[in-house]
């Protein structure tokens, strides 16, 4: 990072900045082309679990390319000066790295899913088995991580 005096260094603030987020966005290598999805998301034990259909453009790209980029950021909003050229934003944002994989056990899909209705405020036991069957659960093993505040936003521990 060119300007480490904006580096979210702790983990914790990292994990705080994407607790805080409400999107994520999703990349991935579509034969050599980015491809980038927003999607809700939980985040449990070191890991992103996302939801998908079971079929579609993003389940092909990761079965040939697990390899993928998470993007979080929460902007709190534009610094405004007198040069256009010069504004600025508050913001805390986090990139995770890491392989996707479909989750096939039916525990974990569980978890998965219960880590996403629980981030949106949802209950975990509210999920019916018919919707749960039909989900596709993807999970995220994080390799690493990256974060950067910037303006006057502090990272939240």
Not at 4 to 24: F, G, L, S
Not at 76 to 85: F, L, N, Q
Not at 100 to 129: C, F, N, Q, W
Request: aromatic letters at 6%.
């Amino acid at each position: 990072m060119r300007r480490k005096e904006k580096a979210i260094t702790a983990r914790a603030d990292m994990e705080a900045v994407i607790q805080e987020c409400q999107v994520c966005h999703l990349g991935l290598c579509d034969s050599g082309r980015p491809y980038v999805v927003p999607m809700h998301f939980g985040y449990l034990d070191g890991d992103i679990y996302l939801h998908a259909a079971p079929e579609g453009r993003k389940m092909a790209v990761l079965a040939e390319n697990p390899a993928v980029c998470d993007v979080f950021d929460n902007c709190d909003g534009v610094i405004p000066t007198e040069k256009a050229c010069s504004w600025g934003t508050t913001y805390r944002s986090v990139m995770a790295f890491g392989e996707a994989a479909s989750v096939i056990d039916a525990e974990e899909k569980r978890k998965g899913l219960g880590a996403i209705v629980s981030h949106y405020g949802g209950d975990p036991d509210s999920m019916g088995p018919r919707g749960i069957d039909a989900t596709a659960v993807i999970r995220v093993r994080v390799r690493e991580m990256t974060g950067k505040v910037s303006g006057a936003a502090a990272p939240v521990a």
